[in-house]
C-alpha cells in the first residue's frame, strides 16, 4: 500500500546487545482437548478455597484506595509457618520475602547480587528463566555442565565455579526440564566452592519440592547466610493465575532485596488471595499426593512402551529418547495430532510431558503408544 509506514522490528530499536535476536519465554497456547505443557496443577481451586478467596478480597476491596502492606507483614508470617510446618526447619516472618511470582524473587535477587560487571552460572539444561532474567538485569551468564543423565558432576560443577568465580549460583531442584532432585550433598559441595572462589550467593530453586520423593533443602539455610531458597505457590497450590512466589534465607537477605523491590510491588488483592489459600494447605496438598501418584504412573508406563525416562521429582516427566536430525520436534507434532499438548524444550532428543488428571494422562499415554508403534512399523 502507498505510503504504509516501514514495519519497525525490534532489531531496528536502540535495545541493549545481548537482547538482541533473544526471543521471549513462553510455550505454546493452543486449543487442544488436554493441555499437559506447562506444568500447571490441573486440578481447580476446591469451592470452599474459592468463598474464602471472595471473602478476603472483599474485604481487602474496601481499603483499595489505600496502598497494600508493602511489607506483606501477614503473608510473610503465614508462608514461614508453611515452611516450618513442611520444610523440616523453622523459620520466622524475618526469614522469608514474597514477591510477584518466583520470577520476580529471582529477578530481585539478580538486581540486588548480579547487575553490571557481575556473573551468574547454572547447570544446563536447567530452567531457562534464570538465564533470561540474568541477562535482563545485566548480569553476565555462564552455562555449568550436567552429565549426559542429567545429573551435576560435582568435580565439573565445583572446578567451573572456582575458574569463573561467579557472584550467584542457581541450582534448580527439583531440576526444570529433566525433572531429577540434586542431593543435599552437592549442593553443600557447591556452596562451599562458591564461597571459596568468592563470597556468591547460591540460590535453591525449589518450585516443584512438593512433588519430590525427598525432603526440602531449606534446613541448609542455617549458618549459612549466602544461601537462599526460592518457592512458588503456582505448583503445589494450583494457583499459577495468582503470581505469588517466595525465598527463605538469612534475614540479611530479606533486607537486601528490599533495596531494590518496587513500592508496594505486592498488591492487596494478591496478598488476600495467597493468605486464603494458605488456610486450606491440607486440602491442596492432597492434590499434590494424587499428582505424585500419577507422575510415578506416567514414568513406569513410559518406560513399560519402551522409551528412556529422566527419574523425576515433579510433577512433570522428561522422556524420549527420539533420534535423527528433526525427530524431536516431529514426535511432539504427532502427538498433538492425537490433541495433545507437551513441551518440546529444546533438549535434543526429549519431550516434557506434565502430570494431569487420570484421563488426561491416559489421552496422553494413548497417542505415546501410538506413536512407538508408527516408529516401530
Known sequence: MAGAEPVTRIDDLPVRDELRGKSPYGAPQLDVPVRLNTNENPYPLPEPLVERIAERVRAAARDLNRYPDRDAVELRTELARYLTRTGGHQVTRAHVWAANGSNEVIQQLLQTFGGPGRTAIGFEPSYSMHSLIA????????????????????????????????????????????????SAETVLALHDAAQAAKPSVVVVDEAYVEFSHGASLLPLIEGRPHLVVSRTMSKAFGAAGLRLGYLAADPAVVDAVQLVRLPYHLSAVTQATALAALEHTDTLLGYVEQLKAERDRLVAELRATGYEVTDSDANFVQFGRFEGEGATHAAWQRILDRGVLVRDNGVPGWLRVSAGTPAENDAFLDAVRELKKEQSA
Do not use: H, Q
Request: hydrophobic share 35%; charged share 25%; aromatic share 6%.
Open 135 to 182: 541477562r535482563g538485569t545485566g548480569t553476565g551468564w555462564i552455562s555449568g555442565p550436567r552429565d549426559d543423565d542429567f545429573t551435576i558432576d560435582v568435580d565439573a560443577a565445583t572446578k567451573a565455579i572456582a575458574e569463573n568465580r561467579p557472584d550467584v549460583v542457581f541450582i534448580t531442584t527439583p531440576n526444570n526440564p529433566t525433572g531429577n532432585a540434586v
